[in-house]
């Protein structure tokens, strides 16, 4: 409900104001006023229009104070009705600059008779406004009812409309603060991502640095390795060969003594029959002995050859594995041939390998000499079973015999050159380093010995169907 200040020093003059405004004795006086002269004359009653709670001072400053106060009090004043003349006090206009000076929203109807200032006279005092209206004394009903209903109105809207402008205000005030955080964030964020990646990039370089690091000292192990294998399979070699050679260099240089005193003798002309007969033994037994021996070192040599497994050497093609096996076995017939050995393979006839297939009968030959040689003692039953099937992209083969077995601690020792259990009985220890080197460098494959002494030995491998040259296992030297 709006407030209403009515500012006379005339007290009549507020009950006037109160009549008209909140009804009361106003409606009395019409319904006199309907009994003298009838309903029709009098038209329609006047509506007020509005509920107003009206307060009353009667100076000025009173006015002022009590505009001060309801606005202290949160309820302020939205229409104030002044008179201009109020002895002793300050007058209406001056009262009027000083309530706008403290609350400029405030709606003032001056109210003035005739004999007051002149419009353009109060103008000058209080200045142009919006919120200022006139009305002439003495009063035209109506006319007060639509100021009041009017003035008061504006009033709210304007008081609506400056609350909801300060909403907005403040919304704009926390969407900017909000978007500023975010511009910040996003700045901090940035700036982070920026270090983060700056840090990773330092680390990825460290990282490709230690990993360089690291293949230089691969290499320089594998070059190590490597020449550490060089190393011991040359002094095995040079032992090995030692043996032969040695025996060679004895026997030859016995023959040569031999032959320097028959020439003696038959130079002095002392020779016997028996001294030649000697010789002769002697020549016969010396010769047999550096052609053996000769012959062994020959072998070696061979075995020595083929540890040196150079893929270059040999041509890659295309061959039926089953075909194959079955021409390799034939040429080992001969070596069975003493040993009651049965040779079961089992293995798809379509199955093929785009590989070396003299490498590959060099394994079966080497595996098939092993069992006949290690596996079973002369004139004893055994079998061989071979087993070779297709999986993944390559092939899984299985070599097994049901021998003697190879005992647990030389199972590890079994692909190492010159490890052999048949030394000085024509074995080097060097087939299974070759089966080795030939399965893991020119076939690109795997292999694994798995044994159970009086059982079973069994070799499985595993080789690709087409081996990557300069792959994993793509080393064209084995050293
Ligand atoms: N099928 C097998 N059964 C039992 N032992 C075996 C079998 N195959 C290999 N061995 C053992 O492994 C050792 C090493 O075999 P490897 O073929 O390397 O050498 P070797 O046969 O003794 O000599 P080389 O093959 O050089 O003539 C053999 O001496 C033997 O003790
Ligand atoms: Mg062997």
Same mark, same amino acid.
């Given at each position: 409900?709006?407030?209403?200040?009515?500012?006379?020093?005339?007290?009549?003059?507020?009950?006037?104001?109160?009549? %008209? #405004?909140?009804?009361?004795?106003?409606?009395?006086?019409?319904?006199?006023?309907?009994?003298?002269?009838?309903?029709?004359?009098?038209?329609?009653?006047?509506?007020?229009?509005?509920?107003?709670?009206?307060?009353?001072?009667?100076?000025?400053?009173?006015?002022?104070?009590? $505009?001060?106060?309801?606005?202290?009090?949160?309820?302020?004043?939205?229409?104030?009705?002044?008179?201009?003349?109020?002895?002793?006090? &300050?007058?209406?206009?001056?009262?009027?600059?000083?309530?706008?000076?403290?609350?400029?929203?405030?709606?003032?109807?001056?109210?003035?008779?005739?004999?007051?200032?002149?419009?353009?006279?109060?103008?000058?005092?209080?200045?142009?406004?919006?919120?200022?209206?006139? $009305?002439?004394?003495?009063?035209?009903? $109506?006319?007060?009812?639509?100021?009041?209903?009017?003035?008061?109105?504006?009033?709210? #809207?304007?008081?609506?409309?400056?609350?909801?402008?300060?909403?907005?205000?403040?919304?704009?005030?926390?969407?900017?603060?909000?978007?500023?955080?975010?511009?910040?964030?996003?700045?901090?964020?940035?700036?982070?991502?920026?270090?983060?990646?700056?840090?990773?990039?330092?680390?990825?370089?460290?990282?490709?640095?230690?990993?360089?690091?690291?293949?230089?000292?691969?290499?320089? #192990?594998?070059?190590?390795?490597?020449?550490?294998?060089?190393?011991?399979? %040359?002094?095995? &070699?040079?032992?090995?060969?030692?043996?032969?050679?040695?025996?060679?260099?004895?026997?030859?240089?016995?023959?040569?003594?031999?032959?320097?005193?028959?020439?003696?003798?038959?130079?002095?002309?002392?020779?016997?029959?028996?001294?030649?007969?000697?010789?002769?033994?002697?020549?016969?037994?010396?010769?047999?002995?550096?052609?053996?021996?000769?012959?062994?070192?020959?072998?070696?040599?061979?075995?020595?050859?083929?540890?040196?497994?150079?893929?270059?050497?040999?041509?890659?093609?295309?061959?039926?594995?089953?075909?194959?096996?079955?021409?390799?076995?034939?040429?080992?017939?001969?070596?069975?041939?003493?040993?009651?050995?049965? %040779?079961?393979?089992?293995?798809?006839?379509?199955?093929?390998?785009?590989?070396?297939?003299?490498?590959?009968?060099?394994?079966?030959?080497?595996?098939?000499?092993?069992?006949?040689?290690?596996?079973?003692?002369?004139?004893?039953?055994?079998?061989?079973?071979?087993?070779?099937?297709?999986?993944?992209?390559?092939?899984?083969?299985?070599?097994?015999?049901?021998?003697?077995?190879?005992?647990?601690?030389?199972?590890?020792?079994?692909?190492?050159?010159?490890?052999?259990?048949?030394?000085?009985?024509?074995?080097?220890?060097?087939?299974?380093?070759? $089966?080795?080197?030939?399965?893991?460098?020119?076939?690109?494959?795997?292999?694994?010995?798995?044994?159970?002494?009086?059982?079973?030995?069994?070799?499985?491998?595993?080789?690709?169907?087409?081996?990557?040259?300069?792959?994993?296992?793509?080393?064209?030297?084995?050293?």
């Amino acid at each position: 409900m709006n407030r209403i200040l009515i500012v006379d020093d005339n007290e009549s003059i507020h009950a006037d104001f109160r009549k %008209v #405004l909140v009804g009361g004795s106003v409606d009395k006086l019409r319904d006199v006023e309907m009994e003298l002269f009838g309903a029709e004359a009098m038209g329609p009653a006047p509506r007020t229009g509005g509920d107003y709670r009206l307060d009353d001072a009667f100076q000025g400053r009173e006015a002022i104070e009590m $505009v001060d106060r309801a606005a202290a009090e949160g309820d302020p004043y939205s229409l104030v009705f002044m008179d201009v003349r109020m002895p002793p006090g &300050i007058d209406g206009i001056q009262a009027a600059a000083e309530i706008w000076r403290r609350r400029p929203e405030t709606e003032i109807v001056i109210c003035s008779a005739h004999s007051d200032y002149s419009w353009s006279e109060m103008l000058d005092q209080i200045g142009a406004s919006d919120k200022l209206q006139f $009305v002439r004394k003495p009063f035209d009903m $109506v006319s007060i009812q639509q100021l009041a209903l009017s003035l008061t109105k504006k009033w709210e #809207l304007g008081r609506q409309t400056t609350a909801t402008i300060q909403r907005l205000e403040v919304e704009v005030h926390q969407r900017e603060t909000a978007e500023s955080q975010l511009r910040a964030l996003n700045e901090d964020l940035e700036s982070r991502i920026e270090a983060r990646t700056h840090e990773i990039q330092q680390k990825n370089s460290a990282l490709e640095d230690a990993l360089g690091h690291l293949r230089e000292a691969q290499e320089h #192990l594998v070059a190590g390795e490597k020449m550490a294998a060089l190393g011991g399979l %040359v002094a095995g &070699i040079a032992h090995e060969i030692n043996t032969p050679v040695g025996i060679g260099v004895t026997a030859t240089s016995h023959l040569q003594q031999k032959t320097g005193n028959l020439i003696q003798l038959y130079q002095e002309k002392t020779m016997k029959k028996s001294d030649l007969q000697q010789f002769l033994k002697t020549a016969q037994e010396a010769t047999h002995m550096i052609l053996t021996n000769l012959n062994r070192a020959s072998e070696l040599i061979h075995s020595f050859k083929q540890v040196a497994v150079d893929q270059s050497s040999e041509k890659r093609r295309n061959f039926r594995i089953k075909e194959y096996l079955d021409e390799v076995l034939l040429s080992l017939r001969p070596h069975l041939k003493k040993k009651p050995i049965a %040779v079961a393979v089992n293995c798809d006839e379509e199955l093929c390998l785009d590989s070396f297939p003299g490498a590959f009968g060099q394994i079966i030959s080497n595996l098939t000499m092993n069992a006949a040689l290690h596996a079973f003692a002369d004139g004893q039953n055994g079998k061989i079973t071979i087993e070779i099937r297709g999986e993944g992209n390559g092939v899984v083969l299985i070599f097994e015999d049901n021998g003697s077995g190879i005992p647990e601690k030389n199972l590890k020792k079994i692909f190492d050159p010159f490890f052999t259990t048949k030394r000085g009985e024509g074995g080097s220890g060097l087939g299974l380093h070759i $089966v080795y080197n030939i399965v893991t460098q020119t076939l690109g494959g795997t292999i694994q010995c798995e044994s159970a002494t009086g059982a079973f030995t069994r070799f499985t491998l595993r080789l690709p169907f087409s081996p990557q040259p300069g792959g994993p296992h793509g080393r064209t030297q084995p050293f």
